[in-house]
């Protein structure tokens, strides 16, 4: 099957898909949609695990998975304490995650040699602690916070997802002025433009769908969506980067016509902070 086929596939079902999950399925604050944030999470920490592998820094895969869940996992706890709990339990769930990693870090030197390693392993735990970790915490505070959560992550969904889809569709139908970020050459002009839109539209839609949650005069929805849009456009950038770093084409091979889990959630974590800080600003999905 042809990577266009695989993507549409992917459009017209998987997205489908995640909507109904979180339409359907509200219980436990979106427990559903959590555990399957988790699961890329979980998975996305994995596949960095074996960049850095690849890049020559021996990092454990299965302990990098279990680090990117630490503190989304704390976040998704605290959203039954309470608002006040969401930043306390966040920098709580980091500060422990971080010191496991200095306590047992030593224990993974086994050999005199091994002490070369001590730096660029700590080092690389702690971005995943980070990167995907802290980050995905926000999309699972968007997906879990009550009372208007599933507005608040379908409307988080149509901006990511329409910003990747339109830049996708319009960047391989009208872009020619390509190679314009060294990280990702088949990028384009149009292609950047056309992510915008479809934050824009995105956000749009949504405002028109749940007025009620999404209360925000028009003219807001601008900076919004082009500080998403932004987000959405540089976290696919950075993790391109990365993979070149690590000399590899894609982080995985388990999402069809998208490569791996990180792959697929890379814009999400950048776009979630901001995405937050907006909703808070203007006081959406209360």
Same mark, same amino acid.
């Given at each position: 099957m042809s990577n266009l086929l695989q993507r549409l596939l992917l459009f017209f079902v998987g997205v489908p898909a995640i909507f109904a999950v979180v339409w359907l399925l509200p219980g436990a604050h979106h427990a559903a949609t959590v555990a399957l944030v988790l699961a890329f999470c979980a998975g996305s920490g994995l596949e960095l695990g074996r960049l850095f592998v690849q890049k020559g820094i021996r990092v454990r895969p299965a302990l990098s998975g279990a680090l990117a869940v630490a503190v989304p996992l704390l976040f998704y706890a605290a959203t039954f304490a309470g608002p006040a709990s969401f930043g306390s339990a966040g920098l709580v769930g980091l500060g422990l995650a971080l010191l496991a990693v +200095? &306590? %047992? #870090?030593?224990? /993974? +030197?086994a050999r005199k040699e091994d002490l070369a390693e001590a730096?660029?392993?700590a080092a690389a735990y702690g971005f995943i602690l980070v990167y995907p970790g802290l980050l995905s915490g926000f999309v699972v505070l968007i997906a879990a916070e009550p009372p208007r959560a599933t507005e608040a992550i379908l409307a988080f969904a149509l901006a990511t997802f329409g910003n990747d889809s %339109? !830049?996708? %569709? &319009?960047?391989?139908? +009208? /872009?020619k002025r390509r190679g314009l &970020? !060294? &990280?990702?050459?088949?990028k384009s #002009?149009?292609?950047f433009v056309g992510g915008f839109a479809g934050s824009l539209g995105g956000l749009f839609l949504a405002r028109l769908a749940f007025p009620a949650s999404f209360p925000a005069p028009l003219p807001a929805l601008i900076p919004m969506a082009l500080a998403v849009g !932004?987000?959405?456009i540089l976290g696919d950038l950075f993790e391109s980067a990365l993979k070149r770093s690590a000399g590899a084409k894609d982080s995985g091979s388990v999402v069809p016509g998208r490569g791996g889990f990180l792959d697929s959630f890379d814009s999400l974590l950048f776009a979630a902070p901001l995405f937050y800080a907006f909703a808070l600003a203007l006081g959406l999905f209360r």
């Open positions: +200095l &306590v %047992l #870090l030593p224990f /993974g +030197l730096l660029p392993r %339109l !830049a996708w %569709l &319009v960047g391989s139908t +009208l /872009g &970020v !060294a &990280v990702s050459p088949n #002009l149009a292609g !932004a987000a959405t």
